[in-house]
Structure formats: structure tokens, C-alpha cells
């Protein structure tokens, strides 16, 4: 499994709509509010073989309430 974060930018207002929906969704190992451009610090971890940007795209980017999102993939934990 490979560890994948990704920061969401939320529209004004949303971003406590937007955590709770990605909840349901039960695909967050963490979920974070931070500061700074991005409202939200999601983890993810994906299985091996799995393509990110569908993964992405199905499971997070389309959760309404969501302007934005920038994804950091990992490569090996020290």
C-alpha cells in the first residue's frame, strides 16, 4: 500500500461539510484542518497497482464543497 496525502481547498464555509462527507466516504486514514492555501490535509493509503488519479478523482475530488486539491505521492518511509 502506498501512503498518498492530499490537501483540499474548501469553499468558504464548507470545509467542516466537505471533512464529514470524506468520513463517510471512509477512505481517510487522517484528516487534518490546516492553515495556509489549503483548508484540509487528507491520508490515504492506496493499494499497490491502483491508478492515484482515479483513485482521486472517484473518491475525493468529486465530493462537493471541494475548489481545489493538490496531491503528494510517497515514495518510502524513513
Keep these: 500500500m502506498r501512503a498518498v496525502f492530499v490537501q ?3 469553499v468558504p464555509g464548507k470545509t467542516y461539510e ?4 470524506i468520513y ?6 487522517e484528516l487534518y484542518s ?5 483548508d484540509l490535509l487528507l491520508k490515504v493509503y492506496i ?3 491502483v491508478d492515484v ?3 482521486i478523482n472517484e473518491n475525493v475530488a468529486n465530493v462537493p464543497g471541494i475548489v481545489r486539491s ?3 505521492l510517497t ?3 524513513f
Design 24 to 29: 463517510k466516504r471512509e477512505i481517510a486514514s
Design 34 to 38: 490546516t492553515s495556509g492555501e489549503y
Design 47 to 49: 493499494d499497490d497497482g
Design 8 to 10: 483540499l481547498r474548501c
Design 18 to 21: 466537505v471533512a464529514d462527507e
Design 53 to 55: 488519479g482515479k483513485f
Design 70 to 72: 493538490l496531491t503528494t
Design 75 to 77: 515514495f518510502k518511509a
